[in-house]
Nanobody, 129 residues
Framework: VQLVESGGGLVQAGGSLRLSCAHSGLVFPDYDIAWFRQAPGKEREGLSC????????YYTDSVKGRFTISSDNAKTTVYLQINSLKPEDTAVYYC???????????????????????WGKGTLVTVSS
């Protein structure tokens, strides 16, 4: 299994970015993919999750309304659209995958990141004020 994030960069506050997580080796439809981020000096934070089987999406309260997770029809890439970027969104953003179809529900992923076995190397998002 391989996950590769892309789409990060330097953006001004108020702007938007779409992050991509290209994945391979996962067996549809038995996996969940989540996005996390980690800012300097802070703990890793769960953001959003998508279940491959039914396409249901989940968001932590802190990002609802600004972040949108989606998947392409070919089930090879998961996206994270981030709007109205703020300086506090500056972080390395990671996608992670795990087999099973219960990691997204009840935002379980956000409190159990260590249960995800497959991680990308991250993409850096820097938001200037």
């Amino acid at each position: 299994v391989q996950l590769v994030e892309s789409g990060g960069g330097l953006v001004q506050a108020g702007g938007s970015l779409r992050l991509s997580c290209a994945h391979s080796g996962l067996v549809f439809p038995d996996y969940d993919i989540a996005w996390f981020r980690q800012a300097p000096g802070k703990e890793r934070e769960g953001l959003s999750c998508i279940s491959s089987g039914d396409g249901r999406t989940y968001y932590t309260d802190s990002v609802k309304g600004r972040f949108t997770i989606s998947s392409d029809n070919a089930k090879t890439t998961v996206y994270l659209q981030i709007n109205s970027l703020k300086p506090e969104d500056t972080a390395v953003y990671y996608c992670a995958a795990e087999y099973g179809r219960s990691y997204c529900s009840s935002n379980y992923y956000s409190t159990h990141p260590d249960e995800f076995d497959y991680w990308g190397k991250g993409t850096l998002v820097t938001v200037s004020s």
